[in-house]
């Protein structure tokens, strides 16, 4: 027996509807829609285009529809992100955590609790947009106090598909609200940083039936299914399908950002994995993702898009990392987690200053600028991986590399070399195929645990092996 679930997946430039088909003996993915998620820039700031998102999601939903039964609805984006409501009503547009907005958060945030405490608090690595900051930015600027709830952005299309407001626990564990280790909301901690905990909904656990779908939404898509609560945090899903059949495994999840680290049944909360900005988030099954940010394709994909903007042409990216690989003067490595990167625009002069600041060449062409850009990722990777290793004491013996990133063969083959250590790439849809098993167990289709889920992808996916070479 097999079930059809749609999976709901918010990424960096596209959203997503995928069919996922799901069995004892199968795991099989289509796509049904796709559509841009673009971010729009106002004159307050860089916002997320949720309306339009909300729009291609139920259409993406009916083309779901169309294709036979759906059981189940499950949804995930990115992290920390959010919308404040009041009365059920969304007030203002979202904001992307790009925009430069949180460095007021940051201070006022740390004038009451130094990032050392918060970190025994949340376990959280220091990102400047973390959600907590957001919220003191907003309290700033004063529309803290019009609202009387915050929902998180996977959390927000369920309610407005569901009419129930709840926080999923993978993606609270971003906010920097929550208690570290599979705890509850922080209601003193926030308080204390002037964010109103009437703010914070019910917690609820991945595998969670959230909601049947509203009346309108039923006639709007043609679909009569629950949504189900997923790892909604794009990371949380990713890890729950990488195929760790060796528990001696790292992983990197890399997208626009390479996420890097261990899963640990405990969080680590030492001063050294503090100083090496180390987070500890929440997992399915309550695991503990340990990890780094690492910045990740976008560094390479905003320099595609500022080249295509200057020269009018559209660039090839397989054809332009065929000629990477061939670049044979060695080229510089920068720091891929320099937080001057964060921001959209101008990559390749960002990238050329940091080098030239430091006395490095800075690279000629395009492709040996690649070239630099894949062996700074590769390096950042290499050193999280083994940063990961000696902080939490876990033996790692090969790195599983999922996600947009395990089709760059160069970025594989250079992590292996600059890690000594196999990367096993693949599957790339692991977000998806971690939102539809979650799914899939919750209906009762699957049983067992994360081990269970993650080895039937490994049966139906084989991942590439990349050794390292000497
Ligand atoms: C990856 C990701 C990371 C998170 C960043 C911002 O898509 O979710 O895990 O740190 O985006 O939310």
């Known amino acids: 027996m097999t079930v059809t679930v749609a999976a709901v997946d918010l990424g960096a430039t596209s959203g997503r509807v995928m069919l996922g088909h799901v069995g004892p003996d199968e795991l099989r993915l289509e796509a049904v829609a796709r559509f841009p998620n673009t971010p729009v820039e106002t004159i307050d700031g860089l916002h997320w285009n949720i309306l339009e998102l909300y729009r291609s999601i139920v259409e993406g939903l009916r083309a779901a529809a169309q294709t036979g039964d759906v059981a189940a609805i499950g949804i995930d984006s990115w992290a920390v992100d959010y919308a404040l409501l009041r009365g059920g009503r969304m007030l203002g547009t979202p904001y992307h955590y790009r925009d430069a907005r949180t460095a007021a958060g940051v201070d006022a945030v740390h004038a009451v609790a130094p990032f050392e405490e918060l970190y025994g608090e949340n376990g959280l690595q220091f990102l400047a947009f973390n959600t907590l900051y957001q919220l003191a930015a907003d309290r700033i600027a004063g529309t803290l106090d019009l609202a009387d709830e915050a929902l998180l952005i996977p959390d927000l299309i369920a309610y407005w598909l569901t009419g129930e407001k709840v926080a999923e626990s993978t993606n609270a564990s971003t906010t920097g609200l ?3 280790g599979g705890g509850d909301w922080n209601r003193p901690l926030a308080e204390s940083l002037g964010i109103p905990s009437r703010l914070l909904p019910p917690l609820v656990q991945p595998g969670h039936r959230i909601g049947t779908l509203r009346d309108a939404v039923r006639t709007a898509t043609g679909l009569d299914a629950p ?20 528990p001696d495994a790292a992983y ?6 390479g996420l890097v680290g261990v899963e640990l049944d405990a969080p680590v909360l030492t001063e050294a994995s503090r100083a090496a900005n180390f987070t500890n988030e929440g997992g399915v099954d309550g695991r503990v993702r340990f990890l780094h940010n ?11 898009r500022t080249w295509e903007r200057e020269s009018g042409e559209t660039i090839d990216l397989p054809a332009l990392l065929a000629e990477a690989a061939a670049v044979e003067t060695p080229q510089p490595v920068f720091d891929a987690n320099d937080p001057v990167f964060t921001a959209p625009g101008g990559m390749p002069d960002r990238i050329a200053s940091w080098l030239s600041e430091r006395g490095l060449a800075v690279p000629q062409s395009r492709a040996a600028f690649a070239r630099c850009i894949v062996e700074s990722l590769a390096s950042a990777f290499a050193d999280a991986v083994h940063a990961a290793a000696e902080l939490s004491g876990k033996r790692v013996n090969a790195i599983h590399l999922v996600g947009g990133g395990s089709l760059n063969e160069l970025l594989c083959q250079l992590t292996a070399d600059r890690a000594g250590l196999p990367v096993l790439a693949g599957p790339v849809e692991a977000t998806a195929l971690g939102n539809v098993l979650v799914q899939a ?3 009762g289709e699957l049983s067992g645990s994360l081990e269970d889920l993650r080895e039937l992808v490994a049966r139906t996916t084989a991942p590439r092996r990349f050794a390292p070479r000497a």
């Open 227 to 246: 949504v189900i609560a997923v790892g909604s945090h794009d990371t949380a899903s990713a890890v729950a399908a990488i195929p760790m059949t060796d």
């Open 294 to 304: 690492v910045m990740g394709l976008w560094l390479l994909s905003e320099s595609v």
């Open 178 to 180: 929550l208690r570290v």
């Open 252 to 257: 990197i999840s890399c997208g626009t950002w």
């Open 441 to 443: 167990r919750a209906l």
